[in-house]
């Protein structure tokens, strides 16, 4: 059958857009900027919120939610964080529209202007810091530990859908805690839950590290990124946790008693993911055909299509294919079993293989006769007959080994396309070619911001796992002791 | 120990303040008309989420996200929804602040106006059904069966934690039908998935009805409400769910080839809860102590307070508890040990009281040597000893019977509080001291609103479980077939 989508080899941005919206994953808005997640593509999405939450529940963490709004003198309090995020936030000036009468459909009153614009919240430690103000009085009141899930605004002129949106959705925590210690490990902590969930449900392997000071978040100190590999090479920011000091507690007075009875300021640190890792999911493993999700985050992992040209034969293999759905279900497997009548099973095929289902079961009369059922797997592309007794044991394996699969293959892709470069010249024509690449730098932001110019590439992070290792600055010819992760970036 | 709380008969309102304060369920924020959602009470909602959506998904419907911002002229489309909610909008008009140089700080950047402005919706129905417009082309495209867990902003004049505030977290259903009958049968199912969590779960009785043409949603044909009467007599509006008819359809374009190869307009429905359910469960419940939380919406059902003097006491009565703990969670109850040492037992009793945990355990060095626990119940603040062998039955039996004596509490109470008037007089004096007054009505919204103007009582719905009786109207004498619902209303 024709091919849906255009080809990866042929035009990747343009791939990843058509599979976006073929396989029914989002599209774009009467609103500039922002997107409809749809159903399917919001599935995959409350997969990854469960996940997500359970962990940060697992590490102490509650939430809780704070306003949309945000006073727009609140951004001035931080120095920093104002200029990061003033540029790009959307304003609210009104309260009430009104009848126009001289043109019909309804106006703006003039007459209902907010003395104190509102900023629709591009990130919320501001408002949350002027609350934490009223949590914490003292030594006992720490750790505060607080995440909240909602919806954000950063007014961006290029989107694209998942990537970067005007609005999105995202998860950000909030932490205060008594010492720098406890905040930066409590920074580490998370960054290792954001790779942890990364690996091992996304099956998408991620590089931890540090970003330079030119990459930080805003108002933070430190701030940790995990960093994957896309299937063009190109790297994709897939979470940050901030270590923020004392910046907020400072901006917002947010002092506590100590157990001697001083008086300190808070450590902070906020960390978040987003609707972004929706994008970052897709890019990592999916092929020409379709998507190729991994088990652990689909939103259902096996499909079940009967074969059939009479009523009686649907209703001898519908009562077999639901005893297989009761095992399936009996052993957590998620199933969808698609009798529809108005779509032929070629149809099906095409449409599981592009929203992809790990698994596709296909059962006809033959099958019923000999006691078996073709099963696909969608990583692969492979198909096997098995026999229907037992087959729910043989895909619970199935399902880990395609989870396992999916890694691995992404884990080799980024070996195979991660370089160590030592001089400008193999700088440039490397990263031109895509891929990570590791080199030395001096550590100034002169020379990373002569690389980023000269080649659009950036020093992704510090990799936290490296090896000291004398060198010299790939740019700049000085002194380093050690190489940076260099890449094109989404 | 000193009383926390306003008692409800010296200051109902100031009653319910309090308690959400001191409970740490909300609070007010910065930002005019806009709350904080603590985490005691966002785990609240959590819970009451989480039914509901599976609820939302054993009927059929799918989740979905749609833009936080409508543009204004989508409000013009649909006559009586613009009515409706044009007067209460917050509207975005820009898109940058810039820094002041005059005054200091940050100010909106003048040349950053949007062409048209942007409404932060109130509800969605503009938005979803100018997307519909491109998911529906056949009738294999319907039913379509959508859900959105969003926050909303309506400006509020007068806001009050929880129950009216300017910004909300609420889901809205929105589903698109071929046939009127279909969208009728939806709206039903609806208004009784939200009357069965609100009587299963909430563990608070609600009369199912329908609104007046003067309650009716703006844009709806008919308006289902679930009605809870709080402890103060007055009326509640808990869920609603509206048959839209095509006036969605109309305005949007939306139209459908059918089977037979015609095209007609789509039926639509929409249906929503909110955050006022936190609301209504506190003010159904509780009492001058603090909450009382049916079981099945608790953040955590039980909570285990070890007496102690000494550290070793501590260690032996610990390990008694990880076992009942253990045993509790075999059962799927949840259950905090607070084993803080910074906090006296007397404390953290009242405490837990005020936070409305259905059942206490209290165990000490005693009980140890007697291989007994004290077990209290919040809802009627009975204790008694117990054997700690076999505790985890006695608690699960227990949990059981404290979620339906609350249940049967409140049902009780409404039963007292509802009365038939059959003159104005009688309506005025019995209006006035709360509760509800069923009582003949003749059907006109000129008696509607002179009762409203004379009493403030409204007609909270039409209930759909009614006896036909002949009767004379209260207001004007005319002649009724039935009595409908009257009440002061939240």
Redesign the interface.
């Known amino acids: 059958m024709a091919k849906v989508l255009t080809s990866r080899s042929e035009n990747y941005s343009q791939w990843y857009q058509d599979l976006v919206i073929k396989a029914g994953l989002a599209?774009n808005?009467?609103?500039r900027g922002?997107?409809?997640?749809?159903?399917y593509g919001?599935?995959i999405?409350?997969k990854m919120q469960a996940e997500l939450d359970r962990m940060f529940k697992e590490t102490g963490h509650?939430?809780?939610?704070?306003?949309?709004?945000?006073?727009?003198?609140?951004?001035?309090k931080e120095a920093s964080h104002?200029k990061g995020f003033?540029?790009?936030?959307?304003?609210?000036?009104?309260?009430?529209?009104?009848?126009d009468e001289v043109n019909?459909?309804?106006?703006?009153d003039p007459d209902a202007k907010l003395e104190e614009?509102?900023?629709?919240r591009p990130t919320s430690e501001t408002?949350i810091w002027?609350?934490f103000k009223?949590w914490i009085q003292s030594y006992?009141d720490l750790p505060l530990l607080?995440n909240q899930w909602?919806?954000v605004?950063r007014?961006e002129m290029r989107t694209r859908l998942f990537l970067r949106t005007a609005?999105f959705?995202w998860q950000e925590g909030h932490t205060a805690h008594a010492t720098k210690q406890e905040a930066i490990d409590e920074t580490e902590q998370m960054i290792n839950v954001y790779a942890d969930f990364a690996e091992n449900f996304m099956a998408m392997p991620v590089i931890k590290g540090v970003k330079t000071e030119n990459e930080r978040f805003a108002g933070a100190l430190e701030t940790y990124t995990i960093e994957a590999m896309m299937q063009d090479g190109k790297a994709l920011q897939s979470g940050t946790s901030h270590f923020l000091g004392q910046n907020f507690a400072k901006a917002f007075d947010v002092k506590f008693a100590t157990k001697e009875g001083n008086e300190e300021y808070v450590w902070a640190t906020s960390w978040g993911v987003s609707t972004r890792l929706v994008g970052a999911l897709i890019m990592a493993h999916s092929d020409d055909n379709g998507l190729v999700l991994p088990p652990k985050l689909a939103p259902y992992q096996v499909v079940i299509i009967p074969i059939y040209r009479k009523e009686d034969q649907l209703a001898a293999i519908s009562e077999k294919v639901n005893e297989v759905i009761a095992k399936l279900k009996a052993k957590g497997i998620s199933v969808k079993y698609d009798n529809r009548d108005?779509r032929k099973p070629g149809w099906k095929f095409a449409e599981y293989e592009l929203k992809g289902v790990p698994v596709r079961l296909a059962i006809g009369p033959r099958d019923l006769e000999n006691g078996t059922v073709e099963v696909a797997r969608r990583d692969t592309l492979e198909k096997n007959t098995q026999p229907i007794e037992g087959v729910e044991d043989y895909i619970e394996s199935l399902l880990e080994e395609i989870q396992t699969n999916i890694y691995t293959k992404a884990f080799n892709f980024r070996k195979e396309n991660t370089t160590k470069v030592d001089t400008y010249q193999d700088f440039k024509t490397t990263v031109k070619k895509g891929g990570f690449v590791l080199a030395h730098w001096d550590g100034t932001s002169e020379s990373e911001d002569r690389i980023k110019s000269d080649t659009k590439a950036t020093i992704r992070c510090l990799p936290l796992e490296y090896e000291e290792e004398e060198g010299l600055c790939v740019y700049s010819g000085k002194p380093s002791k050690r190489r940076v992760l260099f890449a094109l970036s989404y």
Request: charged residues 20%.
């Open positions: 599209e808005s009467a609103v922002s997107m409809v997640i749809k159903p919001y599935a999405w409350e509650e939430n809780a939610y704070f306003p949309l709004f945000i006073p727009k003198s609140f951004f001035s104002v003033a540029k790009e936030c959307a304003v609210v000036t009104h309260y009430r529209l009104k009848t019909g459909g309804v106006m703006v614009e509102l900023i629709v408002i002027s609350t009223n006992r607080i909602a919806n605004v007014w609005e959705l108005n």
